[in-house]
């Protein structure tokens, strides 16, 4: 009989819903019932793509003799990480405090009062390497709620009391200048890895955030050593097994230094933020890898994340069937010598496992190799090559497909709706910029109330019940501003507006600090507050780049002084971990360069007028906002009192409130920018 998650919209509790675990969703009601019961409560925090979550799922909470030890002793409470990330980043600081570590499945126990007082992440069903059984676990913490009560409490009350004493770092008065951007240059220099690109060492995760760093840097500053460091990591994981050699997209992270064997699960935010990243990387170099892969990517987010309804899907899975009904990880994406053999034929099948990397022994697990593009691989016959690729695509698709986590969140889309816009606009697929318009759209439709207050998730077109938060106010509004640009559509620019004033009134702290959740959301024991950039911008700094952007827009001193005020964080930490606060320091950039803010002015008809908007498009310049239409035109603050000149499309370049004179020579807006 299905428990209480039968009706909730999360994916990932539905994959919970048929568990002999009487499990509740994150409610005030299921704390009374513990209350009630005077039982603690079993808190288990997951998400849908999640290996280890799967297979504790299966161990424990599908066993009936675990699972009524878990009903008989505990209110057993299930969340969705990506519903609620302000609850699995509050116990996730509590874990991380009391073990020095964390991760995902989060096993956390709390007082009917929601307080922490023992904490795990995955249990296996037997004790095995030093791990005591889930089982064990449960009985030892039911004896010790029964027999040691008062020391019970006092665990939690001290936890409590140091998360509400933990304050930031705000780096005191006043922005990151030249010599902490230079000096998050030097650190990452040290962290580099000369050899393999990327930074440290396995898990190896792909550094997105510090990639648009480095190439705004470069913008800037000329710095030779940013953009090689940025260009030799996108070659690098292009050509590795994180990458989906066949259908485009991004694996979540190589579990090796050299990018070879993925963690095969792929996130509709990795692929967003990488998908802009190899744009930028285009814009900085005309690179015909970084064109390619960004396209790919773009089209891997259309053909594999895009809903029915127009919106982007969370995740797929890392796991599939392999064809003899197990379930097991890079099933979908591994190949052997011999499965190339039965697609291709032994001539095609050679030179497939030779360009590939395709090896006997295996790159990854029971011989299988993970599909690369091998540096020594020497030139091929490239319609050869493109025939074997649709070939072994083809036949990858009469594979059973991973799972899909079909909620849309909103703070991913607007991530992925900034990289299509820009994407298609930078290599004219309309096609492109369209999806990121339905996107934009559903997004309004959907998750945006009549007072612009944002929904988190929805699923098949319906509104969860989980509140925005810093994260989705600001990447929607990343999102709408980056589609304003490339349509110039200025309504896109004003629901941007409504989104981030709603951050000024509702997010801010003293000292230009940012709360990660609303000031009347839910109550928990902590409010969370991480400026940090984690495998997503945070929503502080994506919070300040879309604010910066907004006032270089419309003027509003508000939002700029807003924007100053969140970077103060980047001047104390950008220098001492800049892997960790790379939208941050990406932001930064586009600060120390003006913002500049062009106007480009015509009938947009004219081709001169197109050529313009293009240049002004290709730009290098870190941050820099774009506004076109005709002259006078209503639909941006940019376009007041822009005429043509000498009657021809014009375009208007501004920095530090300082306007250089228009030009109409696309070659002179090229130099300018």
């Not at 001290?158 to 030249?178: F, H, M, N, Q, T």
């Not at 293009?614 to 941050?623: E, F, H, V």
Request: glycine share 10%.
């Amino acid at each position: 009989m299905p428990n209480r998650l039968a009706h909730e919209t999360s994916p990932y509790l539905l994959q919970h819903a048929d568990n002999p675990v009487d499990w509740w969703p994150w409610s005030a009601e299921a704390f009374e019932e513990a209350r009630r019961r005077d039982v603690p409560v079993l808190l288990s925090v997951g998400y849908s793509s999640c290996h280890w979550c799967h297979v504790m799922a299966h161990e424990s909470f599908e066993d009936d003799a675990t699972a009524a030890l878990v009903n008989d002793n505990f209110v057993a409470v299930k969340v969705d990480r990506e519903e609620r990330p302000d609850v699995d980043a509050v116990y996730m600081e509590a874990v991380q405090a009391a073990t020095g570590q964390g991760g995902w499945p989060m096993t956390v126990f709390l007082t009917p009062d929601a307080a922490p007082f023992y904490f795990g992440t995955y249990f296996p069903p037997e004790p095995r390497h030093g791990m005591p059984s889930f089982p064990e676990v449960l009985e030892g913490v039911k004896d010790a709620w029964a027999g040691r009560r008062e020391e019970v409490a006092e665990v939690a009350d001290r936890i409590v009391k140091d998360l509400a004493g933990r304050s930031l770092a705000y780096g005191g008065d006043g922005v990151p200048g030249e010599e902490e951007l230079a000096g998050a240059l030097l650190a990452l220099t040290r962290e580099y890895d000369a050899t393999r690109g990327g930074f440290g060492g396995a898990p190896k995760f792909p550094p997105s955030m510090v990639l648009e760093f480095l190439l705004r840097h470069h913008a800037r500053t000329g710095s030779e050593g940013a953009l090689q460091m940025a260009a030799d990591t996108c070659e690098a994981m292009a050509r590795g097994g994180i990458y989906d050699q066949l259908g485009g997209g991004f694996a979540r992270y190589a579990v090796d230094r050299a990018w070879v064997v993925p963690h095969f699960e792929k996130m509709l935010y990795d692929n967003a933020l990488l998908c802009r990243v190899y744009a930028h990387l285009w814009k900085a170099t005309g690179s015909d890898l970084a064109r390619r892969v960004a396209l790919e990517t773009a089209d891997f987010l259309v053909r594999e994340l895009r809903t029915p309804e127009g919106g982007f899907a969370s995740a797929l899975d890392a796991d599939s069937d392999d064809g003899t009904g197990r379930h097991v990880e890079g099933a979908y994406y591994v190949w052997t010598p011999s499965q190339l053999t039965e697609v291709l034929g032994a001539e095609d099948a050679a030179l497939a496992a030779a360009h590939y990397g395709v090896t006997e022994d295996g790159t990854f697990e029971h011989g299988s190799s993970v599909l690369q593009l091998p540096q020594e691989a020497g030139p091929a016959d490239a319609d050869r090559i493109a025939s074997i690729a649709a070939r072994l695509l083809a036949a990858r698709e009469e594979r059973e497909r991973p799972g899909r986590d079909d909620k849309v969140v909103a703070a991913w889309n607007g991530l992925a709706i900034a990289a299509l816009a820009e994407t298609g606009a930078l290599f004219e697929r309309r096609d492109l910029v369209e999806r990121a318009t339905e996107a934009a759209e559903l997004l309004v439709r959907v998750h945006m109330d009549e007072t612009a207050r944002l929904t988190r998730t929805s699923k098949d077109g319906r509104a969860g019940t989980n509140a925005g938060v810093l994260e989705d106010y600001a990447d929607v509004a990343e999102g709408f501003l980056a589609l304003a640009a490339v349509t110039g559509e200025g309504a896109w620019l004003e629901f941007a507006g409504f989104l981030l004033d709603i951050v000024l009134d509702r997010f801010t702290a003293e000292g230009g600090a940012l709360y990660d959740t609303a000031h009347d959301a839910e109550t928990l024991i902590r409010r969370p507050q991480d400026p940090t950039d984690n495998a997503a911008p945070s929503g502080w700094t994506a919070a300040a780049g879309a604010l910066l952007s907004y006032a270089a827009h419309t003027g509003s001193e508000a939002h700029r002084a807003a924007a100053e005020g969140a970077l103060g964080v980047v001047k104390a930490l950008g220098p001492r971990a800049p892997r960790f606060i790379g939208w941050g320091l990406a932001v930064a950039e586009a600060l120390l360069d003006g913002p500049r803010e062009i106007a480009v002015v015509g009938d947009a008809a004219d081709p001169a007028f197109r050529e313009l908007r293009r240049t002004a498009l290709a730009a290098t310049t870190p941050g820099a906002v774009l506004a076109t239409g005709a002259p006078g035109g209503e639909e941006f603050p940019l376009l007041k009192d822009r005429p043509l000149v000498a009657g021809a499309p014009a375009a208007y370049v501004c920095r530090h409130f300082t306007c250089d004179a228009p030009v109409t020579d696309p070659a002179e807006l090229r130099r300018k920018l």
